[in-house]
């Protein structure tokens, strides 16, 4: 039983920055791939950052230049550091890790409970 616990959320002012953690327990085993989702009122979920076990790493094009995710292999922890916050970036931040099974297209996802980041002055 994996279990995905997200901290560091919170309430900054436009312009600040906060670094969301996220700590996998309960699995014997590592991830192909860990990762940030969002999600805002009004608009569906969306892949923020992820990262693979070999370092690749994939941005949403609205956080480039803003956000950088980093990993911790054998501790199983993402973290996503979030500079030049802005309004839009307001929502419920998810902690995602996803293993490949051996067949093409198998994965297997894990959520965690979800974070707030509110950007407001």
């Known amino acids: 039983q994996v279990q995905l616990v997200e901290s560091g959320g919170g309430l900054v002012q436009p312009g600040g920055s906060l670094r969301l953690s996220c700590a996998a327990s309960?699995?014997?085993?590592?991830?192909?791939?860990m990762g940030w989702y969002r999600r805002d009122p009004g608009k569906q979920r969306e892949l923020v950052a992820s990262?693979?076990?070999?370092?690749?790493?994939t941005y949403a094009d609205s956080v480039l230049g803003r956000f950088t995710i980093s990993r911790d292999n054998a501790k199983n922890t993402v973290y996503l550091q979030m500079n030049s916050l802005n309004p839009e970036d307001t929502a419920v931040y998810y902690c995602?890790?996803?293993?490949?099974?051996?067949?093409?297209?198998?994965?297997?996802?894990?959520w965690g409970q979800g974070t707030q980041v509110t950007v407001s002055s």
């Open positions: 990262i693979t076990s070999r370092g690749t790493t």
């Open positions: 995602n890790a996803y293993s490949l099974g051996i067949r093409l297209g198998e994965r297997r996802d894990y």
């Open positions: 309960g699995s014997s085993s590592s991830f192909n791939g």
